[in-house]
């Protein structure tokens, strides 16, 4: 009897042991299983052939070479604009961020080297203080004194973020449908959002809408629309004409209101395009 007691409490301390043992393995398993998710959360820099971000665009100018200290004794002036998040982020896949840290603000400038930098650069000065949506590609960590921020990204792209409420009501909703149209290519369909008498003949007519940018070599993609005032609108686009020719457009688009509708009067090349 004191033996089969002895057993039985052996096979008791053995399953709980077991118990034990086994707890451990799932929890080591937990952890293994929780931790490809932690870095899933976070942007792998090896996999991202191009990142977008929102947030506040802010100029600055940093103290560069010798000292990196303070441009008012000596340090070189180093104009930058950096990107300010609304949720902080973490990064993975590059040598010089953490995983483990997270951060609000990205280093960015124009990327391309191209007539588009002009246009970026101009479109920088122009947006410091807005809510802003960049596109990008080949982001790194922060790794010398030129750099501000954890991350830097070269920009192929900057517009102003949109509120898809802020045209409720407006001339902007004819304004953006318009554009949608020559997207498209569909000249008939964009007339529709013309004053009658440009409709049957000029560059607004359907016939032309539908030649010029039916035949793009990529479809023209509209960039933001901007209230300049009631009825008045500034317009970025852009396009790749056959050639190619690629066209970072912009124009100044006026309404009027027709029959108690708002229609386009008159649009106005400013970039030539």
């Known amino acids: ?16 042991r077991r118990a034990g043992w086994l707890a451990a393995l799932a929890l080591i398993g937990l952890t293994f299983c929780l931790a490809p998710e932690a870095n899933a959360a976070c942007i792998d820099l090896k996999q991202a052939n191009k990142l977008s971000f929102e947030g506040i665009l802010n100029y600055r100018i940093f103290a560069g070479p010798p000292n990196y200290e303070d441009v008012r004794k000596g340090d070189a002036p180093e104009p930058t604009y950096i990107l300010t998040l609304t949720e902080p982020i973490c990064a993975s896949g590059d040598e010089f961020v953490d995983p483990g840290d997270k951060f609000h603000q990205v280093q960015i400038f124009p990327g391309s080297s191209d007539k588009a930098t002009q246009a970026l650069s101009r479109d920088l000065r122009r947006l410091v203080g807005k809510r802003v949506v960049v596109d990008g590609a080949s982001p790194f960590g ?20 949109s509120d898809p409420t802020e045209s409720y009501g407006t001339a902007m909703t004819t304004v953006q449908a318009f554009y949608t149209a020559l997207g498209a290519g569909n000249g008939e369909e ?48 852009r396009y790749v004409a056959p050639g190619p020719r690629r066209c970072d457009g912009e124009s100044i688009v006026r309404t009027i209101k027709v029959g108690g509708s708002n229609l386009i009067e008159s649009i106005k090349a400013v970039s030539g395009c």
């Open 190 to 237: 964009a007339v529709k959002f013309v004053i009658p008498k440009k409709r049957s003949s000029g560059p607004l007519s359907a016939t032309a809408i539908s030649k010029f940018y039916g035949s793009l070599a990529d479809p023209l993609t509209l960039v933001d629309v901007v209230t300049i005032r009631s009825g008045k609108y500034r317009v970025r686009y």
């Open 142 to 161: 922060a790794h010398t004194g030129h750099h501000h921020a954890p991350l830097v990204l070269p920009i192929t792209r900057i517009s102003v973020a």
């Open 1 to 16: 009897m004191a033996a089969a007691t002895r057993c039985k409490a052996g096979s008791i301390v053995r399953s709980r």
